[in-house]
């Protein structure tokens, strides 16, 4: 099991910049692929990014390619999210999670943070 903290959200402009990170705790956070993922008032949650265990793949939902980026540090049991040109639409409650496979399904994804609130104003 993998304990999970985001950090990083907040308010910011249209065309804006925020980086998120999640803490992991537990001896299994290099063993998991981290993904990202948003849900936004009264909508499901979104797939955002993945990235495998070693940081060497990553993959990304349409909307935010080219201008997300999702990396880890696995000595600091880390990963981070790097957002920018960001938009209105953008707005969610982003969360990370872990799994044991590479899937941007959320059911795939055993370990949960609570979620850090990002809103970005027109």
């Known amino acids: 099991q993998v304990q999970l903290v985001e950090s990083g959200g907040g308010l910011v402009q249209a065309g804006g910049s925020l980086r998120l990170s999640c803490a992991a705790s537990g001896r299994a956070f290099n063993s998991r692929v981290m993904g990202w993922f948003r849900q936004a008032p009264g909508k499901g949650r979104e797939f955002v990014s993945l990235?495998?265990?070693?940081?060497?793949?990553?993959y990304y939902a349409d909307s935010v390619k080219g201008r997300f980026t999702s990396s880890r540090d696995n000595a600091k049991n880390t990963v981070y999210l790097q957002m920018n040109s960001l938009k209105p639409e953008d707005t969610a409650v982003y969360y990370c999670a872990a799994s044991r496979s590479v899937s941007s399904d959320y059911a795939k994804y055993d370990d949960w943070g609570r979620g850090t609130q990002v809103t970005v104003s027109s």
């Open positions: 990235i495998n265990q070693s940081g060497g793949m990553t």
